[in-house]
């Protein structure tokens, strides 16, 4: 299962703190630290000052994550955030972060930024390099499992039976929960939608109270990209197993993928014109499809 850098940050970082928001306002500890002298934004763009350029180090570095579109968002819509100095640096090479495409040469990961920018601000450089090391083994771990295998070790042989990745959905549909979030927090507020795959049986945001009736020890959570499980994790809710739903497809699929409305459409979803049940309709279309075989390598469909 797919899991967030950010997240992994944090975790290797004993100093850091997580918020799941869409901006510091309306959260006093957020809009405390943003206020507060000593705090830098980690964004790149031409008013960043380059990290080795930095005569001070900031007290306390924010550091957006999410797709490129939406951090962008996030840091135009937020006048506390946009307020911040910058501190931005050029990669060495390029992202390790094979699972997904980056939509620049000079984009890397959240926790790859963080490492670069620590080590250049740090008296000791290095001290903060081996936090990679949980990265790249995430990312192994995530080509093995798009490839139907596992990697090589002591204990494993290494020849073993392939399982399709399609067969692995089969595994897990009797626990599948596909979720689609839509909205903005500040403004209309954040609506979300959840169905389980193999009842229909639906829930969404309404239902106050509801979720720990519907929720299961064994779930397996799935939305396409990572935002609608922030979300649900920012409502304070407790989800057993993510599935980034774009991202398993993209990898059995070995291609570049539409939005999930387009590739939903594209199987014969019949789409509703309200959002996020527009999003949850065609994420279940795709579903349906990878299972039956109807999406499939281009080179296995002749």
């Known amino acids: 299962m797919p899991v967030s850098t950010c997240r992994l940050a944090h975790l290797s970082l004993p100093n850091s703190e997580l918020h799941v928001a869409m901006g510091p306002e309306g959260n006093a500890r957020l809009e405390a630290m943003a206020r507060e002298p000593g705090t830098a934004l980690l964004f ?108 090589a070790s002591p204990s494993r042989p290494r020849h073993v039976a392939r399982v399709a990745p399609p067969d692995r959905l089969r595994e897990i549909r009797a626990r599948l929960v596909l979720v689609s979030a839509a909205g903005y927090r500040q403004q209309t507020g954040i609506r979300w ?57 993209t990898g059995v699929l070995r291609r570049r993928v539409h939005g999930v409305e387009q590739l939903g459409a594209s199987v014969g979803a019949v789409l509703p014109a309200e959002r996020p049940l527009r999003e949850l309709v065609a994420a279940e279309a795709v579903v349906g499809a990878l299972l039956a075989g109807v999406l499939r390598r281009e080179r296995e469909s002749g």
């Open 44 to 151: 790149p763009g031409a008013e960043a000052t380059d990290v080795r350029d930095v005569a001070t180090p900031p007290r306390t570095l924010v550091v957006v994550d999410g797709t490129w579109n939406n951090a962008r968002k996030l840091v135009a819509r937020s006048s506390l955030i946009a307020a911040l100095p910058r501190i931005g640096f050029t990669p060495a090479r390029p992202s390790n972060y094979r699972i997904r495409r980056e939509p620049a040469p000079h984009c890397v990961s959240t926790i790859e930024a963080v490492a670069h920018v620590l080590d250049a601000l740090d008296a000791s450089p290095g001290r903060f390099t081996p936090i990679l090391g949980v990265f790249d083994r995430m990312v192994e771990l995530q080509l093995a499992f798009i490839r139907g295998d596992s990697p």
């Open 193 to 249: 939608v959840a169905r389980r795959i193999d009842s229909g049986e639906t829930l969404d945001s309404s239902q106050d109270g509801a979720f720990g009736s519907f929720a299961r020890a064994d779930d397996v959570w799935a939305g396409w990209g990572d935002y609608p499980g922030d979300v649900l994790r920012g409502e304070g809710h407790e989800l057993a197993a993510w599935l980034d739903l774009k991202r398993y497809t």
